[in-house]
């Protein structure tokens, strides 16, 4: 037991480390790139994701799940084979329809030209690409040090090259890319190695069909939640300009922190969730999680809240006041997050008890049509405040979507929703007053009455929410 909580720790570092490094990285990349130039960078990430999606077909998660359907040691090195060669294929096969189709391509994001940025974008995803199926075997293993060790060595690479080209060469965004680029290349001998020495190349036509039969399904939802994220950028630069992608992109990273923050109870919330659902009567198991999810819920809130709060001055102090305009749409990117979160985690963990899955990917898919629906209406309409309206209302009809149907179809834990939406209008109305209101043009007495105010907020929840805290821990 203490060996799975242990693994579970180092997978969750492991995981965790390229998003913080990202975040520690945004001061620099505002410092030396402006709006544009982090426009580029950010449509470029979307471009990495999309040839990412044709390249892996999502063959690590058959990888992952179908490895110990197949008995003995060589069975499991064929089968592993047989996946890398696929994507090897799929490799070469990408490269040249990227290739021969960079005209068509670059109508994606027409401002930014296919060489460099979308061809390196392409080797980005190639060797990152490598990797996958080498990571997947170190999970099924067990080997979560060295799965840690290599994560590990894989960002210093890519972190070093690209503040050397950043800091030293003077490169921009072209040298952000190079770095990411470079750093790829660099790291890949160590998954061809383990490529070559833990698997047997071949091309075992049943176990392709196996894994294809597995990780197909996954396209939808992995197409899908790319287009969720990706789409808003293109039709920004598509109707406005790079800069507004720049903007925009600022505001998704500061209030992505909450997803960041929901990924780390997700590690800890799914085996605390199966494990009392089976070992507790239903009563006592839905009473214990529901004390648990609210407890979740109210932190995330919280966290929102100082967000909310305080990215104006985290924009001017920390990044670039060249981006000072981004702060306005934090608050609505951020409840977007919020109620994200709350569906992904503790309404998927329904879902997912329930398996319900096929469900599950049907309410994903209709909400990515509402999204691309809503991005191309709103954008065109109110530019950047569009595309933040736009992530809220998807995230609105995903949540009421999903939890009207967990209430009919699945182990449904209730959610006190009168408590969470008067917090949620309060948090709205104090943030609303103290960021934009006029009568505060003193940034010191803001800053001073936020932080304040925001200290209270927390002396007041610790105090409301005691036994809560107590109630939540599951023995």
């Not at 490799?91 to 068509?104: D, E, G, K, R, W």
């Not at 060797?127 to 067990?142: A, G, T």
């Not at 039709?235 to 500061?254: K, P």
Request: charged share 10%; with cysteine.
């Amino acid at each position: 037991m203490n060996s799975i909580f242990k693994n579970t720790g180092l997978y969750l570092i492991s995981n965790m480390l390229p998003q913080a490094v990202g975040f520690f990285l945004l001061p620099l990349y505002t410092k030396y790139l402006n709006p544009g130039e982090f426009g580029i960078l950010s449509s470029m990430m979307v471009i990495q994701a999309f040839f990412g999606i044709f390249i892996t077909l999502s063959l690590e998660n058959s990888a992952v799940r179908l490895f110990w359907d197949f008995k003995g040691i060589g069975k499991h090195r064929l089968f592993l084979g047989t996946i890398s060669v696929v994507i090897f294929i799929s490799i070469a096969f990408v490269f040249a329809i990227a290739i021969l189709s960079q005209s068509l391509l670059q109508k994606i994001f027409p401002e930014i030209s296919f060489y460099p940025y979308f061809f390196y974008a392409l080797i980005i995803s190639i060797f990152y690409s490598l990797s996958l199926v080498p990571k997947s075997y170190l999970r099924v293993v067990n080997k979560a040090k060295e799965y840690l060790i290599i994560s590990t060595i894989e960002i210093i690479s890519s972190v070093a090259l690209i503040l050397f080209f950043l800091l030293v060469k003077d490169e921009g965004v072209i040298g952000i890319l190079k770095g990411k680029m470079y750093g790829a290349i660099i790291i890949s001998p160590i998954f061809i190695y383990i490529i070559i020495k833990k698997f047997t190349l071949g091309f075992d036509l049943q176990m392709i069909k196996q894994a294809f039969a597995f990780s197909l399904p996954f396209i939808p939802n992995i197409f899908g939640a790319w287009a969720i994220s990706g789409t808003d950028k293109i039709f920004i630069a598509n109707y406005f300009t790079l800069d507004s992608v720049g903007l925009y992109s600022i505001s998704l990273r500061i209030a992505g922190l909450i997803g960041v923050v929901a990924t780390a109870f997700t590690f800890a919330y799914y085996p605390l969730f199966f494990e009392t659902v089976f070992d507790k009567p239903e009563s006592v198991a839905k009473d214990k999680l529901s004390k648990v999810n609210h407890l979740i819920i109210y932190i995330l809130l919280i966290f929102f809240l100082f967000l909310s709060l305080f990215s104006k001055e985290a924009i001017f102090y920390l990044l670039n006041p060249n981006y000072l305009a981004a702060y306005k749409y934090v608050p609505i990117i951020g409840l977007a997050m919020v109620l994200n979160s709350i569906t992904s985690v503790i309404i998927g963990a329904s879902f997912q008890q329930s398996k319900k899955m096929k469900e599950h990917m049907v309410i994903g898919l209709s909400n990515m049509v509402v999204m691309v629906m809503l991005n191309f209406i709103l954008i065109r309409q109110f530019n950047l405040s569009g595309a933040a309206l736009s992530s809220l209302i998807s995230s609105i009809y995903l949540f009421i979507i999903s939890y009207s149907y967990s209430k009919k179809h699945c182990f449904f834990i209730a959610i006190d929703l009168k408590r969470v939406g008067l917090i949620l209008i309060s948090i709205l109305l104090i943030t609303g007053y103290l960021n934009y209101s006029k009568d505060l043009v003193n940034q010191y007495v803001s800053a001073f009455l936020k932080g304040g105010g925001f200290i209270i907020v927390l002396i007041v929840f610790y105090i409301k929410n005691k036994g809560l805290i107590k109630d939540a821990r599951l023995n």
